[in-house]
């Protein structure tokens, strides 16, 4: 799985974006759909006893229902 952690210090490419998440967390992992999904459409993550379906639409959006 292809996971890297976002440092708050930003670098060249991305000095000057406005990502609200990188800004309230200094470190966050981020992970690609493609690792996450492994080419499939959909997949069940289990959060806290709980079943989520997080799948792509066919126009290519993610959606993630209960």
């Known amino acids: 799985?292809?996971?890297?952690?976002?440092?708050?210090n930003?670098?060249?490419e991305t000095?000057?974006?406005s990502d609200s998440?990188?800004?309230e967390n200094p470190r966050i992992n981020r992970v690609t759909s493609d690792a996450l999904l492994a080419k499939r459409?959909?997949?069940i993550i289990e959060h806290c006893?709980?079943?989520y379906r997080l799948r792509i639409t066919s126009k290519g959006k993610l959606?993630?229902?209960?």
């Open 1 to 8: 799985m292809n996971i890297r952690e976002v440092s708050k």
């Open 10 to 12: 930003p670098s060249p």
């Open 15 to 17: 000095e000057g974006t």
């Open 21 to 23: 998440t990188e800004r």
């Open 41 to 43: 459409r959909e997949l």
């Open 49 to 51: 006893g709980e079943e």
């Open 63 to 66: 959606i993630l229902t209960k």
